[in-house]
């Protein structure tokens, strides 16, 4: 997924949002027939909203979304990139079968928001010899997640202890993840405060989810298994 500032004059956008799926050959369900929107949120329990704006399919398995540029809305678009920390993409399969992409900004993303949107807004940034303004691509490195589950590792108080405490299962168990990347969620539970889980995945199937935290446990380590 990637985010950029429109630049074509002809085109009534004010920033461009293409979401490619890259599928193997082998995906069960097909491949990706359609996206419903783009929804952004607080966190991971809290209600979302809609980016204001068109989806067209330009190939298979590849999205733009045109976020509008009306006044009001593309002010609305803006505060929603600028302050939410989740993103939920419903998709349908081509088999009909349909499901919720979860992007979670984390302090990594955060931080490349917030240099974009910098440099959107400096009139002194470099322009291309076009003398159309200059662009600015967001490109996140947050895991994209079609269903599917995962395995949670941990659950902590704060985002950062969530960090530590994999990289110190991970080098604990190196032959079971040394070669994973966390996925780090946070979770609202109301009286119960806010809690940060440290997980590994997605997993297309709970078979494979379960050999993973089986694989960890066997090894001494501890794990369940969630829905995405």
Known sequence: MSIRRNTD???PASHRIEIVFNLPANFPFSGVRSVSGIFVKLGEETDSSLLAGPIVMVASGSFLVRLSAVGTEMQRNMELLRERGWFEIPIVYNDGRRAILAIQKGAAGNHVFAEAFAAWRDPASPKPETGLP???SVEPTFPLVAGGYVVQLY???SESEAQDQFRALQ??????LGDREPIIRRADLGDKGVYYRAQVGPFRTIDEANQLCGTLKSAGGQCIVQRQ
């Open 134 to 136: 200059s662009e600015r």
């Open 9 to 11: 004059q002809a085109l």
């Open 171 to 176: 080098a604990k168990y190196e032959g079971v």
């Open 155 to 157: 659950s902590g108080r």
